[in-house]
């Protein structure tokens, strides 16, 4: 599975990196994430997640071929 | 209502500066009585520290849906003529436009309801992210939303 993160992310993570591990939905995905940076854990509750330009939930079925944006909170302007 | 000038026909992320005349003009419309042009602009400090410049990263192909389906819900709502937004990406300097909303209606209500209601979805919603550049070469991701602290759901916002 491929993850793309953008902005403040990217003080916590590369921004294309690859997953090997099973991830079914976006709360393993999360868990995954901290297992490989912790200090990450607030500004990954506050994320939204997309996947083909769409954004999805934890009910939405990740697969390993899946490219994962995470999307932190905005700050346009 | 004039579809010309809306999000269809202009790129909603820019890499380059804002045309903010050259948008404006393409605004004005003969059943318009009133038009709104915001433009937010880089200031030289926030929070007491003094800023070089600013840096705007978005998800392009995101932003852009997330703006298009912002302007075409708010020029539904307030039967708006035109609706324009235009954000900047890459380093925007002190006193540049980082984003441009301009509304056009009958009447001038509308036009300011509509506009700020762009901005504030914008704000809270697109996919677009500032880096603040201090003078002292420290940077920072700055003004995060926040309001799921309030609301409890990422996706649900609370409007100024």
New interface residues.
């Given amino acids: 599975m491929k993850i793309h993160v953008y902005a403040a992310l990217k003080d916590y993570f590369q921004p294309e990196f690859e997953v090997s591990e099973l991830v079914r939905n976006t709360d393993e995905l999360k868990a995954v994430l901290l297992a490989l940076n912790d200090k990450a854990a607030e500004i990954l509750s506050a994320c939204r997640f997309a996947v083909e330009e769409g954004f999805i939930d934890n009910a939405f079925k990740l697969n390993e071929y899946d490219t994962v944006v995470i999307i932190p909170p905005s700050s346009g302007g | 209502m004039n579809m010309t000038p809306s999000s269809s026909s202009l790129p909603a992320v820019a890499d380059k500066p804002i045309d903010m005349i050259g948008l404006l003009r393409q605004a004005h419309h003969p059943g318009a009585g009133a038009v709104v042009l915001f433009s937010?602009e880089v200031r030289d400090s926030n929070r007491g520290q003094a800023v070089a410049f600013l840096e705007?990263?978005?998800?392009v192909?995101?932003a852009t849906?997330m703006i298009a389906e912002i302007l075409s819900t708010a020029k539904e709502r307030w039967s708006l003529h035109t609706a324009i937004a235009q954000?900047r990406v890459g380093r925007v300097a002190i006193g540049d436009t980082?984003?441009v909303v301009i509304t056009a209606s009958a009447h001038r209500g509308e036009a300011y309801a509509a506009n700020k209601y762009i901005?504030d979805r914008?704000?809270?919603?697109?996919?677009?992210?500032?880096?603040e550049h201090y003078a002292d070469g420290t940077k920072e991701?700055?003004?995060?939303?926040?309001c799921?602290a309030v609301t409890g759901d990422?996706?649900k916002h609370i409007y100024e």
């Fill in positions: 937010g705007y990263e978005a998800h192909a995101l849906s954000h980082a984003v901005i914008i704000k809270h919603e697109a996919p677009i992210w500032k880096c991701w700055g003004n995060n939303c926040n799921h990422i996706h």
